[in-house]
């Protein structure tokens, strides 16, 4: 008998899913109101503003793929995510050193409570019961 999802990796893939939707939101955002947010004389900085809102929404997209695969215990799911916290934490330290203290220390207790909640006992028993 599979193992139930248990609520932490639940919780993650909700976590998830606020972040591809915001993500997804902010692009359309950004294409929406690129003129505003730069003089349209400014090419330069337009195709930046395109180039920035395509990727954030396409990321987006990625980011609500990755949160269902968590939700139906795909290890390459649960991979990925371990993988882009191990980045967040190296990104804390780097700010650390350069004297961001408070934004470091977020980055790194962010990525320490999402790999813990992806890595409980049950959610192991979870991911392994999935293939």
């Known amino acids: 008998m599979p193992a139930t999802r248990p609520g932490t990796v639940t919780f993650v893939a909700v ?7 915001l993500n ?8 929406f109101t690129r003129d505003q947010m730069a003089s349209a004389s400014n090419a330069g900085a337009q195709a930046g503003l395109i180039t920035s809102a395509i990727l954030a929404i396409i990321l987006g997209v990625v980011i609500l793929v990755v949160a269902r695969g968590l939700l139906n215990g795909s290890r390459f799911a649960r991979g990925l ?3 882009v916290m191990i980045l967040n934490a190296v990104g804390g330290v780097l ?3 350069s004297l961001q203290f ?3 220390i ?3 207790l962010w990525a320490i409570v999402m790999l813990s909640l992806l890595y409980t006992r049950r959610a192991n028993a979870f991911f392994a019961s999935r293939g």
């Open 15 to 21: 976590l998830a899913y606020i972040n591809g939707v």
């Open 106 to 108: 977020l980055e790194i």
């Open 102 to 104: 408070f934004s470091g």
């Open 95 to 97: 700010l650390l050193f």
């Open 24 to 31: 997804i939101v902010g692009g359309v955002v950004i294409l």
């Open 81 to 83: 995510v371990t993988v």
